[in-house]
């Protein structure tokens, strides 16, 4: 008798696998027309989009292709609308948006070409409305539009697939349930964390053989010390290396975004500027500004030919750099 009961219960664990291993496949694969090839819904040339949105609800971005004589960039426009703060008698006040506008340049450039060759990995066909909640497509994560040259797609982004990575969507020009590769969408789903431009020079630390400084009406010449890195020596004197300088032009190199201001009501004046080049080439350029934006205390900003807008960076980085401006362009 014990061992016909423990035949049975292996048998019935067996039905329950069967039975879940059923309902898991037929979310991706019980569909008549399901094929699973990589292929593109569209491929055109990134130059085409002039923008692209995504919508979830509570949380929009807005992003702008741009182009200028350095190259692509974007800008982008980030809208989240938080819960409405509950106040006495079960009143709710509804608060305003958060808006942050900011310039993307190496991650939009990625995303754009993502969307540009939008990848779909696996086409499930046209599905009945009461099939939707089974890909998330009931209650969508969002909503992509993305605006050609030759008009407008809007893509209906569902669920993430099993294991995460890649997305239930259905174009609602055709129709058709399609599973999309997540790097565009998931760029734009976290478009804060992954699209704001946080470096402000496209060229590597090492390439500057020249630097140009002015500060306090003064200006001065430094190159680099052949054979050493990150040495650099006044030009009359290309040999001796200057240790103040050094030092302050590394610690410039060490500024990184943490917001973008596209203008001031008052253009602000520069405390100082630096310029870049190779043995050939001038490579960009950074200026330092203490601004008053309204708040108790000044910010300090930087504009630079990657950021193209003023940037906001560390303060205490900032302080230290304008105090020891008058040192190096003596």
């Not at 708040?295 to 302080?319: G, H, I, L």
Request: net charge neutral; proline share 4%.
């Amino acid at each position: 008798m014990r061992s016909s009961s423990r035949i049975w219960v292996h048998v019935g664990l067996l039905g329950i696998a069967a039975g879940l291993a059923w309902q898991m496949s037929g979310r991706t694969d019980d569909t008549s027309n399901s094929t699973a090839q990589t292929t593109n819904l569209w491929k055109v040339a990134v130059e085409s989009i002039r923008s692209v949105s995504f919508d979830s609800g509570d949380h929009k971005v807005f992003v702008e292709r741009r182009n200028d004589k350095i190259g692509d960039y974007a800008i982008v426009t980030s809208e989240t609308t938080n819960a409405p703060e509950a106040v006495d008698a079960g009143v709710s006040i509804a608060l305003k948006p958060e808006v942050k506008r900011y310039i993307s340049v190496d991650a939009a450039s990625k995303m754009l070409e993502g969307l540009a060759g939008f990848k779909i990995t696996r086409t499930l066909g046209k599905l009945d409305k009461a099939r939707f909640a089974e890909f998330g497509l009931d209650k969508p994560t969002g909503t992509l539009k993305i605006d050609f040259a030759s008009g407008p797609r809007t893509i209906v982004v569902g669920a993430s697939t099993p294991g995460g990575g890649n997305y239930y969507v259905r174009d609602e020009q055709s129709g058709v349930v399609q599973i999309a590769a997540g790097d565009p969408i998931s760029t734009l789903q976290y478009a804060d964390a992954r699209m704001s431009e946080r470096d402000l020079h496209g060229w590597k630390t090492d390439e500057p053989v020249r630097i140009a400084i002015q500060a306090g009406g003064k200006r001065r010449q430094l190159v680099k010390v052949a054979g050493k890195s990150n040495a650099w020596a006044d030009a009359s004197t290309p040999a001796s290396q200057d240790e103040t300088a050094s030092n302050w032009v590394m610690k410039l190199a060490q500024f990184h975004v943490s917001g973008y201001f596209d203008k001031f009501q008052s253009t602000p004046t520069p405390i100082l500027r630096v310029e870049y080049g190779d043995p050939r080439n001038d490579l960009g350029y950074i200026e330092l500004f203490r601004v008053n934006d309204g708040s108790d205390a000044p910010k300090y900003v930087v504009r630079t030919e990657r950021s193209r807008w003023f940037a906001e960076v560390v303060k205490s980085q900032a302080e230290q750099i304008e105090k020891d401006a008058a040192l190096v362009a003596r």
